[in-house]
T-cell receptor
């Protein structure tokens, strides 16, 4: 089945540790995104990539890093510099980037909890 | 500054009745609007969209209306079902602007 797969679904991290969230899509989409959801905050953009080997910061990129070495993969690393990492993380993709008419589709999300 | 606003955080309706979810935007460059539905601990699911060249789009029980002069759109669900209970996000994009989401609205449909 075509879709976006995020793993792990639940992740616990000790303070000071880096963790990497995986995102894979088999939709042949060029653009991929990472969002963060906090209660009452809606969806906030962390990073996005319009094409392989290229990515840009979103609204809340501090404390995060990404890579886009393959079209189908866009992993997100939450570093120890991220002050409030506990959140629900959503990976998404679309055929093209910020062009009207391009619908963004989401994965199932990953819960990260700092303990 | 919020460019997409969902001013009501929640709505409760009876099963079988109409649910109307509202969304306002401020950026006149926005020309494509989307609604997503989200259950707890799951990713948002695309529901329906509308381009600014239209003022209405229907898909089954879901209809989105766009009033460009008022910079307002609404999602109508008729008839509402308990399975529609979820958080609904409005989103907008236009030009080279990234997709902007509202903060969401929780819909509860009571049996």
């Amino acid at each position: 089945d075509g879709g976006i797969t995020q793993s792990p679904k639940y992740l616990f991290r000790k303070e000071g540790q880096n963790v990497t969230l995986s995102c894979e899509q088999n939709l042949n989409h060029d653009a991929m995104y990472w969002y963060r959801q906090d209660p009452g905050q809606g969806l906030r953009l962390i990073y996005y990539s319009q094409i392989v080997n290229d990515f840009q910061k979103g609204d809340i990129a501090e404390g995060y890093s990404v890579s886009r070495e393959k079209k189908e993969s866009f992993p997100l690393t939450v570093t120890s510099a991220q002050k409030n990492p506990t959140a629900f993380y959503l990976c998404a993709s679309s055929i093209g980037s910020w062009v009207s008419g391009n619908t963004i589709y989401f994965g199932e999300g990953s819960w990260l909890t700092v303990v | 500054d919020q460019q997409v606003k969902q001013n009501s955080p929640s709505l409760s309706v009876q099963e079988g009745r109409i649910s109307i979810l509202n969304c306002d935007y401020t950026n006149s460059m926005f020309d494509y609007f989307l609604w997503y539905k989200k259950y707890p601990a799951e990713g948002p699911t695309f529901l329906i969209s509308i381009s600014s060249i239209k003022d209405k789009n229907e898909d089954g029980r879901f209809t989105v209306f766009l009033n460009k002069s008022a910079k307002h759109l609404s999602l109508h669900i008729v008839p509402s079902q308990p399975g529609d209970s979820a958080v609904y996000f409005c989103a907008a994009q236009g030009g080279s602007e990234k997709l902007v989401f509202g903060k969401g609205m929780k819909l509860t449909v009571n049996p």
